[in-house]
């Protein structure tokens, strides 16, 4: 009985092989036509394949998107200005918010402690603002700011209770004007007031 | 010294690929390289930081060259065939059943991402998300030289350091990537998205070709890299697509396992889970996914040790990360209901707004649409052979678990109809390779492909079969 199961498992094996065999062959025979069939077969399919890629990238609107406008759009902005300066490039990408926090590093020592504007001086209601980023965020600031120190006007004192959140406080040097507001954070009086700047706390 | 510093890390997560297994592609050790050495530099950053060696140039690089002569000498005593496999994978005789549509599909995907690098290298960090959170801490990591320690952790400076999302109990790899450029002088942090992407192209290309053949491989590929959010968020600083790099490698290498049985690919996935849990915390999803299939199929075939070392290679990292964050007070008010309940207002919203992300083809141009199709079209296979089963079971759960976590999260910090509309689309990129990989792989596309590529091959097929 085992040598029948034995002999049947042969001749099942003998017969698949025979068949792989013989598909072989076929594929052997059908893709062993010349060189020049087998590349006008490829550029047949790469026309076709082409046309269906570049048809795709025109109708389908997010790969038509991702490929003429982020793609291509941003290559030509790329070669229009190959040599801008990693500060002219940020401007380009973040604009006045960007040009502002410049001016407030070149105008600060490395150990400044500058009193932030809050969001509100930032972005006044009803007033149009130049900045556009997220630039009343610390953190973001802090980016093209560091090493000096923030201090935001809510950390500074609560309801006079001299209850002080930020631990640089009391070490606040110089107070950033945004909008034309912040002059009241100084103890002096500014003779030509600017829209935008900072100022040393003390004269 | 940045590109001495990359090399380093190309050439360690290279070795390591060699070491899991000499029988792995050359494409896919090239472009498993980058992520896998990425991640590899981010945790010995953490181990450094943990015991006080400053994360300065000279103990970065001398850990990173530690590590790799170590792999090396794994390699050197532990797999003796290695010099033959690699003179094998470069040989020209690899690239001998290549046609004219493959090289199309290449060179249009070569294409692509020349201007997609371009793009990234060119334009410095500016999305809100980096510099709000990934850019700065990596920024100020390098010039503080430390990460538990930063200036921006600590409550006294940044009052709300410890609120409900903060940036403070993001996973590192990203920040941490960033500061090691930054540490090596790079100008910007681009070049770790800039490279992530280009080596996950490669990575996904090897994968793909070595279940579904060239051809397929590379339309597949190509598809991937113009998927249109995907495509516009690889350049900026965020994390959410180099997550995507190794949630959906990891997925797919777990497909190559339940295919082959292969261990290699069961390690590979391990190592690319523990890379995913260091890149964003969420990915705890794709994580519980892959290791519930494969303890099932451990508990079916009663053979657990395989099981155990991909749950070892996938949750090492995160068990150190979480006693890192432990040790360190880096901690945040929860995000989390963390009991259960029924909201159906909250859930009906959600499954609507994922289903439209679903639909969204703006977004995500066919990937969904050509997953229908090849769903359809191998249902047969699926049901008579279970053919790419697990593959799928794994995207589904891991869709679900996601969903849950959306479900689970107390909106406290922003409002659930922003978190849904800009965030949720981003998450959805971790399934985008999968799903493409599916499509590609699933039985009855698969055969279509191979039929073409004999149709299309330009040697004779006979010396191919000899």
């Known amino acids: 009985m085992a040598k029948n199961i034995g002999n049947k498992h042969y001749r099942q094996k003998n017969r698949t092989q025979a068949r792989v065999q013989v598909k072989q062959t076929k594929q052997t025979a059908s893709s062993g036509s010349g060189f020049p069939v087998r590349i006008a077969k490829n550029v047949c399919a790469a026309l076709v394949a082409g046309f269906f890629l570049f048809k795709c990238l025109e109708v389908q609107q997010g790969y038509n998107w991702a490929y003429y406008s982020l793609m291509k759009g941003n290559m030509a902005t790329i070669w229009e200005n190959p040599h801008l300066t990693l500060e002219q490039r940020n401007e380009m990408k973040l604009g006045f918010d960007y040009a502002y926090l410049q001016f407030l590093k070149n105008a600060t020592p490395e150990d400044a402690v500058i009193l932030y504007p809050s969001r509100e001086d930032f972005f006044p209601e009803g007033v149009e603002s130049p900045f556009k980023q997220d630039v009343s965020n610390k953190i973001w600031a802090l980016r093209f700011l560091y090493p000096r120190k923030l201090a935001l006007p809510s950390e500074l004192e609560i309801g006079g209770s001299q209850m002080e959140i930020n631990r640089y406080a009391k070490d606040v040097t110089h107070v950033a004007i945004v909008n034309g507001r912040g002059y009241e954070r100084l103890n002096y009086e500014v003779e030509t007031p600017v829209v935008h700047g900072v100022l040393p706390v003390k004269r | ?466």
């Open chain 2, 1 to 466: 010294m940045l590109y001495f510093g990359l090399f380093l890390t190309i050439a360690s997560g290279f070795v390591f690929v060699h070491c899991l297994s000499v029988k792995f592609t050359l494409i896919e050790k090239a472009g498993l390289s980058f992520p896998l050495g990425m991640a590899f530099t981010c945790f010995l950053m953490l181990l450094l930081d943990q015991v006080n060696i400053p994360l300065t140039l000279a103990p970065l690089l001398a850990s990173q060259a530690f590590l790799l002569a170590g792999l090396c000498l794994f390699v050197y005593f532990c797999r003796k065939d290695a010099w033959v496999s690699l003179r094998e994978s470069v040989s020209p005789s690899s690239l001998k059943d290549v046609n004219l549509v493959w090289l199309l599909f290449i060179l249009m995907t070569v294409y692509v991402e020349y201007m997609n690098f371009s793009k990234c290298m060119y334009f410095p960090p500016s999305d809100r998300d980096s510099l709000s959170g990934f850019e700065t801490i990596g920024y100020i990591a390098s010039q503080e030289h430390t990460f538990k320690g930063l200036s921006i952790f600590d409550e006294s400076y940044m009052p709300g350091i410890h609120g409900p999302a903060s940036t403070i109990t993001y996973a590192p790899l990203v920040q941490l990537c960033y500061a090691y450029v930054y540490t090596l002088g790079a100008e910007t942090s681009k070049i770790v998205p800039a490279l992530m992407y280009l080596f996950f192209l490669l990575a996904f290309y090897g994968a793909a070709s070595r279940a579904a053949g060239k051809t397929g491989a590379s339309v597949a590929t190509f598809f991937v890299l113009l998927t249109p959010e995907m495509l516009g968020f690889s350049s900026l600083s965020m994390t959410n697509v180099i997550h995507a790099v190794f949630a959906s490698l990891s997925v797919i290498y777990m497909s190559h396992w339940f295919k082959t049985g292969e261990k290699k690919d069961l390690l590979l996935c391990g190592a690319l889970l523990g890379g995913n849990i260091l890149c964003r915390t969420e990915g705890i999803v794709f994580t519980a996914a892959v290791l519930l299939l494969l303890f099932i199929d451990a508990f079916r075939s009663k053979r657990y040790r395989g099981f155990v070392q991909a749950s070892l290679w996938a949750l090492v990292p995160l068990v150190v990360w979480t006693l890192y964050r432990k040790m360190n007070g880096l901690y945040a008010e929860s995000i989390a209901v963390t009991h259960p309940f029924w909201d159906a207002e909250k859930a009906g919203v959600i499954v609507s707004y994922m289903w439209g992300l679903y639909k969204n083809t703006l977004y995500y141009g066919w990937t969904f649409n050509v997953f229908l199709i090849a769903f359809l079209a191998n249902l047969w296979f699926l049901i008579r052979k279970k053919d790419s089963l697990y593959l799928l079971l794994a995207i589904g759960l891991s869709s679900l678990f996601y969903i849950l976590i959306l479900y689970q999260v107390d909106y406290k910090w922003d409002t659930m109809h922003n978190v849904l509309s800009y965030s949720a689309k981003r998450f959805l990129f971790c399934f985008i390779p999968m799903i493409w990989y599916f499509s590609l792989t699933c039985h009855a596309v698969s055969a279509l492909f191979r039929r073409m590529e004999r149709f299309l091959l330009l040697r004779y097929f006979s010396r191919r079969t000899k």
